[in-house]
T-cell receptor
Framework: AQSVTQPDIHITVSEGASLELRCNYS??????LFWYVQSPGQGLQLLLK??????LVQGIKGFEAEFKRSQSSFNLRKPSVHWSDAAEYFC???????????FGTGTSLTVIP | GAGVSQSPRYKVTKRGQDVALRCDPI?????LYWYRQALGQGPEFLTY????????KSGLPNDRFSAERPEGSISTLTIQRTEQRDSAMYRC??????????????FGPGTRLTVL
């Protein structure tokens, strides 16, 4: 069965520091992988996605993620965090043959000045 | 509208009451999805529609939960005889078509349901 693990429930970083949010997945084949961000009172917004090809994908707001098949990981990174990046981040696996997402439990990011 | 809207944004109800949650998708979006997000968890798939047809309801937890989209636009998720364990954020999403690869799902702000 498909599953997504986000081992870090909460992360605190200083503004301007680099960020890496971890995501591990379990899936029978090469998955479709996504990162979403959820700001307070807002819906989930798609940051980036991976389907195939280049394993380093660029997203919006300066985020990138790298697919590593050997580690079953799809970690999200940003070289310099801004205060506005404080939010909850969800990694998700999408079914290839279907329309469902399987979401991780999320990582809450706090940015301190 | 500019995005997916949901109403009400907050709903407090007493155990045993029925509730109806509304989702208004982006105009022209064929597919509509319902998710439930418990506190500290990620969204969990409930059901989805293409136009007015309910294509998959495998995620509905039991027969107290039902959803409809009679005219292929607005959808209603109904929970009968609510229980405290139904308390969660209920999210709706819509997309131009089906298939997560080709059609991004746009999420609404959610309805926070609290069952007392």
């Amino acid at each position: 069965a498909q599953s997504v693990t986000q081992p870090d429930i909460h992360i605190t970083v200083s503004e301007g520091a680099s960020l890496e949010l971890r995501c591990n997945y379990s899936y029978g084949a090469t998955p479709y992988l996504f990162w979403y961000v959820q700001s307070p009172g807002q819906g989930l917004q798609l940051l980036l996605k991976y389907f195939s090809g280049d394993t380093l994908v660029q997203g919006i707001k300066g985020f990138e993620a790298e697919f590593k098949r050997s580690q079953s990981s799809f970690n999200l990174r940003k070289p310099s965090v801004h205060w506005s990046d404080a939010a909850e981040y969800f990694c998700a696996v999408g079914e290839k043959a279907g329309n469902q997402f399987y979401f991780g439990t999320g990582t809450s990011l706090t940015v301190i000045p | 509208g500019a995005g997916v809207s949901q109403s009400p944004r907050y709903k407090v109800t007493k155990r045993g009451q029925d509730v109806a949650l509304r989702c208004d998708p982006i105009s022209g979006h064929v597919s509509l999805y319902w998710y439930r997000q418990a506190l500290g968890q990620g969204p969990e798939f409930l059901t989805y529609f293409n136009y007015e047809a309910q294509q998959d309801k495998s995620g509905l937890p039991n027969d107290r939960f039902s959803a409809e989209r009679p005219e292929g636009s607005i959808s209603t998720l109904t929970i009968q005889r609510t229980e405290q364990r139904d308390s969660a954020m209920y999210r709706c999403a819509s997309s131009l078509g089906t298939g997560v690869r080709y059609h991004e799902q746009f999420f609404g702000p959610g309805t926070r349901l609290t069952v007392l």
